[in-house]
């Protein structure tokens, strides 16, 4: 099951990056913001605990 801080945190900001590429909504600093919330998402999405 996928978990609500990792849409957050990853899919969301994906989502909104191929919205704004697609639309060109948002201008440059968008685009960064994006960017940069995908970036701390990946970041800080916790490693699996599977150790099998």
């Known amino acids: 099951m996928v978990r609500l801080g990792f849409v957050i945190g ?10 704004n590429l697609a639309l060109g909504y ?3 600093l968008v ?17 699996s605990e599977d150790e099998a």
Do not use: C, Q
């Open 31 to 47: 685009t960064i913001g994006l960017l940069v919330w995908l970036g701390t998402g990946i970041l800080l999405t916790p490693a």
């Open 10 to 19: 990853t899919l969301l900001p994906v989502a909104l990056l191929a919205v």
């Open 26 to 28: 948002g201008g440059i």
